[in-house]
């Protein structure tokens, strides 16, 4: 069943959109699913989820929880939790009186809200930290804290804005996976806002990409991923290798000769997105120069320059990489080639 449903949402600030608003956003959110929203900088994955929570007015549409509609609806009383990637923790109070807050605010009695405190901590793992002082807590126990506090209430809906955004990679890495376990176990949905890519994919069961105010993709992490539905999606996912195209029997005449594509692509102008798995070296092909090349842990970037069209990345295995200056071949994997729809706003 849906439980978060957005109706042709706009938002606007002041007599024209501004460039974070949101224009005319449809989307919903079914119980117990994680949805992660991806954006640049402005793209409105934060107005987004304040239009939610009620903290940003709605110029337009609708916001609708449980099949309500939310307008004149205050935050306190939308059945939300809201996480915010500076924590918002009150220094002022221990790690138990922060958790306890939103329980106490909504009036519920010592006895229980001693008992739900216990065992949110324990889940968040932090058993017994009730009597711990908010400032001796490392980044990631305040972020846990944090989640403590946003789940204490039994919300709906837990919203989450750059969660992670402010701890080191491993830990985040860490973090995230025992997060997508947690929700799991509890049931909940979410409704995440982050501009780290890899979190997403780990966290979500959905990703909404959004580009100035609108959706530009949404899908699994793993259909995002493989069919990137635009070209700004694509470079936003961090693929270079685009280029235009024009399509005829099964390959695709690009600034780098002829690419394989897969035998129903339709034919005419396209664009070409070729992944750097799908750059292979070899004894014949496209001859390029190796520019650069970056230990990735797993693979070895390389950045080419090619005989003709614009530079090319690559991956290949430590052991078979070449030297920078290396003159190489390429071909290209049909695999590892999109076939890109013209890239209007969407």
């Known amino acids: 069943m849906t439980l978060l449903q957005l109706e042709g949402v706009s938002v606007r600030f002041g007599e024209r959109a501004a460039a974070d608003a949101l224009d005319r956003v449809d989307l919903a959110v079914a119980e117990h699913e994680t949805v992660c929203v991806l954006g640049p900088s402005g793209s409105g994955k934060s107005t987004l989820l304040r239009a939610v929570a009620g903290l940003q007015p ?15 609806v205050p935050v306190h009383r939308r059945g939300v939790g809201l996480m915010f990637q500076d924590h918002q923790l009150f220094p002022h109070r221990d790690v138990g009186g922060n958790v306890a807050f939103g329980l106490r605010m909504r009036g519920a009695g010592r006895t229980s809200y001693e008992a739900r405190v216990a065992e949110l901590l324990d889940l968040v793992g932090l058993p017994g930290a009730q009597g711990r002082p908010v400032a001796s807590l490392s980044g990631g126990e305040q972020q846990r804290v944090a989640l403590a506090r946003a789940l204490a209430p039994s919300p709906r809906l837990l919203m989450l804005d750059e969660p992670l ?10 973090l995230v996976v025992e997060l997508r376990d947690l929700f799991s176990r509890l049931g909940t949905t979410v409704l995440a806002v982050t501009h780290d890519q890899g979190e997403a994919f780990a966290l979500a069961d959905r990703v909404v990409v959004m580009r100035d105010g609108r959706i530009a993709q949404t899908g699994t992490p793993l259909e995002v991923w493989q069919r990137p539905a635009c070209e700004f999606v694509a470079r936003f996912l961090g693929f270079e290798n685009v280029v235009p195209a024009v399509v005829s029997a099964g390959t695709a005449g690009t600034p780098w000769g002829k690419v394989p594509v897969p035998p129903e692509t339709a034919q005419g102008e396209r664009r070409l997105l070729i992944r750097p798995a799908g750059v292979l070296l070899g004894p014949d092909g496209l001859r390029c120069e190796v520019v650069s090349r970056t230990f990735r842990g797993t693979h070895v970037a390389l950045l080419l320059r090619p005989e003709a069209g614009p530079q090319l990345e690559a991956e290949c295995t430590l052991a078979g990489a070449p030297a920078v200056g290396e003159r190489v071949a390429v071909t290209f994997a049909p695999a590892e080639v999109v076939v890109l729809p013209a890239d209007r706003r969407p």
């Not at 110029?59 to 004149?72: K, P, Y």
């Not at 955004?165 to 860490?174: F, K, N, S, V, Y």
């Open 58 to 72: 709605v110029s337009a549409g609708r916001v609708l929880l449980g099949g309500a509609d939310q307008a004149g």
């Open 165 to 174: 955004g402010q701890l080191d990679r491993g830990l985040r890495e860490r």
